[in-house]
């Protein structure tokens, strides 16, 4: 039977138990008794990854009792090790889907972010591509119509030479989810393209490839200098489709990408989640609520891959779900 909680925006769904993997210590003479060892399993997405293990270890040094371990391998393993009572959370960066919800679990919002699409500065009509940008149609033909085209034809030139190389992902991940999901409700699966695997070979793609087109995860793509990592270049999304990039569309730095998805107006922006198999409680519930707290936003902000929900937003969750 499934619960439905309903905070705001969010949609929260408890099922099932959480459990704590508990290690036993002895008692000496005369001494007093050791304080059990308690561990805390998370795995899943890369994007939130980093964020976790710093939590972690920080966690860690308030409850020396506690044992976090972190492990990455996409949003979908994170998923799939949670539904399967692998790890106590997994670590998704997409919104979830009806069948995981359907067996029980409990999606927390964590942190949000945004997915990138990303070709090389050497495409041949790079400069063009900054000030027009790409319609969602234009990706739609690309990677679900499987359209053949010519960066020349993306901006409108006639007589172009150079075949659009497309590349996706592989492996069962979040960016892949959300960026399917903005072309049209679609699926991962529904992606067609050169399967590639792990944020940085998408970048690597481009980067060998002058002709090519990929996406990525705002973390990746952007250093805490603010700039975009050395040789690509940003795709901004033309939403209104007026053939060019207005000022609320363009994202040449880091700045502008927090800037639009902290306000909600970036096409292609995401929540990312831990997943559970209830609603959690003991040394669970203290974690969970550490990551949404102001040490945990502090962390958050610090190591800079992901951005942290609005305070009220975090504040709520904790009230109403943790």
Same mark, same amino acid.
């Not at 036993?24 to 795995?43: C, E, F």
């Not at 492990?71 to 949670?82: L, M, T």
């Not at 085209?149 to 993306?154: D, G």
């Not at 991962?188 to 002709?211: H, R």
């Given at each position: 039977?499934?619960?439905?909680? %309903? ?45 976790? =293990?710093?939590?972690?270890?920080? +966690? ?7 044992? #976090? ?45 945004? =997915? ?6 050497? !495409?041949?009509?790079?400069?063009? %591509? ?34 659009? /190389? =497309?590349?996706?992902? /592989? ?25 590639? !695997? ?12 002058? /002709?090519? %087109? /990929?996406?990525? !995860?705002?973390?990746?793509? +952007? ?11 940003? #795709?901004?999304?033309? #939403? ?31 929540? !990312?989640?831990? +997943? ?41 969750? #904790?009230?109403?779900?943790?």
């Amino acid at each position: 039977m499934k619960k439905f909680l %309903i905070p705001s925006a969010f949609v929260l769904t408890i099922v099932c138990v959480s459990m704590l993997t508990a290690c036993g210590g002895g008692q000496r003479q005369n001494s007093p008794a050791k304080v059990d060892k308690k561990t805390i399993t998370l795995s899943g997405a890369f994007a939130i990854y980093p964020t976790a =293990v710093q939590w972690g270890e920080a +966690f860690q040094r308030l409850h020396p009792e506690v044992k #976090v371990e972190v492990s990455a391998g996409g949003a979908g393993k994170g998923a799939a090790d949670c539904i399967a009572g692998l790890v106590d959370i997994g670590m998704v960066s997409r919104e979830p889907d009806k069948a995981e919800l359907d067996k029980g679990i409990l999606a927390v919002p964590i942190c949000h972010d945004g =997915v990138f699409t990303i070709i090389s500065e050497m !495409n041949p009509v790079a400069e063009e %591509i900054a000030a027009k940008g790409m319609t969602r149609s234009q990706l739609f033909a690309l990677y679900k119509e499987q359209k053949k085209m010519t960066w020349e034809e993306v901006v409108g030139k006639s007589g172009g030479k150079t075949p659009v /190389s =497309v590349y996706t992902r /592989s492996d069962a991940c979040g960016a892949a989810a959300t960026f399917a999901k903005f072309l049209g409700k679609l699926k991962q699966e529904d992606l067609t393209g050169i399967g590639i !695997n792990s944020d940085p070979q998408m970048i690597n793609a481009v980067l060998n490839d002058p /002709s090519g %087109i /990929s996406y990525t !995860n705002f973390s990746y793509i +952007f250093g805490k200098d603010g700039r975009i990592v050395t040789g690509a270049k940003v #795709v901004s999304i033309d #939403v209104n489709e007026n053939g060019k990039i207005d000022p609320e569309e363009s994202v040449q730095a880091r700045a502008d990408a927090m800037k639009f998805i902290e306000e909600g107006t970036y096409p292609i922006g995401r929540t !990312n989640f831990f +997943f559970l198999r209830s609603k959690p409680d003991g040394i669970l519930k203290e974690f969970m609520q550490f990551c949404l707290g102001e040490e945990g936003t502090r962390i958050l902000n610090e190591v800079g891959t992901s951005l942290p929900l609005p305070r009220e937003k975090r504040d709520q969750i #904790v009230k109403e779900v943790i």
